[in-house]
């Protein structure tokens, strides 16, 4: 949406600074990264609106150190449920983005991403020799298509074997997508929004050639930007049905699952919870394995604090995601849980990176994984982190 057609909300805001902190509701700080920056307003969601009411009326230069504070926000979307006039924040920061790189202004990590999405259709460069795919899910066309997404299959590839493992032992007749595409969203983070729908547009034909029904997905920004983002844009939508992973397993694992006698908390990714509304039905895929004992962090729901790598982050300022990651994985280990668990690729290699330097006693885990596991083995695993 365009910087413009938000002007009403940019004037409404009253500078509150709810968007920072709000600790008569038990919360420190509204904003995740903000305790771990320089402290300035545009740091957080009040200084930024602010900036977008600068650039939209040509009051500033946007200087390299503007780009930052801009690009610091991980676009978690948590000063906007917070907000007490519930200022649309998350779609004024996107349209700010937007504006500037239609005016030119990149940072130079931006550069990077957009030219290795442009040659190789993914942020992270050339496909690796090594397939990650097994070849029994490589399949020309089926009703049920799993797509990984590339932060999976680069930096998780433990996911995408545990779903084509999952989804066999389901019994169910699918396949897997394989092209390395990217669908866009890194791309539409920042703001280069011609170069999302080139790179969306190009995923979507290699889909339709797929044929397929419904489309699963354990990524969150790949379900949003195939659910949501591709039916905005005219010449991206589609006809198949999109479910993220927790959706299209709840329906199938009751009473085929075998015990974990442990205790797990759930991390609720931004983009699925607070984005997409996705809060109960990964519990409830939680809840069906017997002997588990699921047990909530301190801020959860639309509470939830950001791992710190969303809205472009883990690119630009991996700084401020290592700091931010470890507010959260405090939470976690207060629980006294065994197993901390998500179903987003950039939260989990946060914590799984973060969880090895320290040395942290609790395993990370996607909700793939793990059910994967308790579909074959049940208790005594200690396979269902992915490590």
Known sequence: MALEHLARYIYDCTRCGFCRVWGWKGVEYVCPTYPHTTAWDTEYARGRVRLARAVLENELEVTPDMLEHIY??????????????ELPLVDIFHALREEIAA?????????QIALFIERFD??????????????????????????????????????????????????????IFDDDTCCGIPLYEIGQMEGFRRVAGKTLELIRKRNP???????????????VLYQEEEELRHDF????LSEFLLPLVPGRLKPLLEKVTWHDPC????HQG?????????RQVPGLELVEMESHHADSLCCGAGGGVFFTRQ???????ESRLEQALATGARYLVTSCPNCYVRFRQSIRKGRRPIRPASLATLINEVLKHGTGTDDASGD
Request: a negative charge; glycine letters at 6%; one cysteine or more.
């Open 278 to 286: 996705i809060y109960e039905e990964p519990r409830e895929v939680l």
């Open 241 to 244: 049905e999109v479910q993220h």
């Open 122 to 175: 993914n942020p992270y460069g050339p496909k690796p020799d090594e397939e990650v795919v097994p070849e029994y899910a490589r399949k020309s066309q089926a009703e049920i298509l799993f797509y990984p997404g590339c932060t999976n299959t680069r930096m998780a590839p433990e996911e995408v074997q545990a779903v084509a493992e999952l989804f066999q032992g389901l019994g169910l007749d699918f396949a």
């Open 271 to 274: 983009v699925l919870g607070r």
């Open 213 to 227: 029904k419904v489309i699963v997905a354990s990524c969150p920004a790949c379900y949003r930007a195939l659910k």
């Open 319 to 325: 700084d401020v995601a290592a700091k931010t990651v």
């Open 72 to 85: 610091e926000c991980t676009l978690c979307g948590s000063c906007a449920v917070h907000c007490p006039i």
């Open 103 to 111: 005016r030119g202004h990149r940072l130079d990590s931006h550069q």
